[in-house]
């Protein structure tokens, strides 16, 4: 099993929403959403139009886990919701594949790969990316690891650190300013 990592580069990020923009806005949004709410990708394709349709908050239960998570809808996420949702029918999936059925796993991470090989990403990309790129970006702007591992459910700060990727940027970082 290959372990994918997060989109450490900003720069990327701004690159992967340029050309997701002209492409999709269902394929924008999913990418967004996973980015600043650090959801798995099935409790994503799990949201109904009625979760986010004139909403300050998702409220959800955890597929994975079985925990129930409240968050509120940022500032990115919240115009994007009205645009998408303008018009749709309450209880239909938020994200339908071209057959008009809720999307699936697998479509999703077609779409995440395949974006991020035009934006020039080489490393092992999947669904997980996207949490995992919240997580780092999360830690890298408050330094809170006990409030990311409580966002993730995870029983560890050591486990959330490792999930994230930030142990190895550590040692990498250390391996390359150690020199005798």
Not at 67 to 92: C, H, V, W
Not at 113 to 138: P, Q, S
């Amino acid at each position: 099993m290959n372990i994918v990592e997060p989109i450490r580069r900003k720069k990327d990020l701004k690159k992967i929403e340029s050309i997701l923009r002209k492409q999709s806005l269902r394929d924008l949004l999913l990418f967004t959403i996973g980015t600043n709410c650090g959801l798995r990708i099935s409790d994503i394709l799990n949201l109904d139009v009625r979760d986010v349709q004139n909403k300050d908050y998702i409220s959800i239960t955890e597929k994975k886990t079985g925990k129930y998570k409240r968050f509120p809808i940022n500032s990115k996420l919240k115009p994007m919701f009205a645009q998408f949702t303008q018009g749709r029918k309450a209880d239909e999936p938020l994200f339908l594949s071209v057959f008009n059925n809720r999307m699936e796993r697998t479509q999703c991470y077609r779409i995440i790969n395949d974006i991020c090989r035009k934006a020039g990403i080489d490393y092992n990309i999947g669904t997980h990316t996207l949490r995992k790129t919240f997580g780092y970006h999360h830690y890298r702007k408050f330094k809170d690891i006990v409030v990311l591992q409580k966002i993730f459910n995870h029983y560890s700060p050591q486990v959330t650190l490792r999930y994230i990727g930030i142990d190895q940027d550590i040692i990498d970082n250390s391996y390359n300013n150690f020199i005798l």
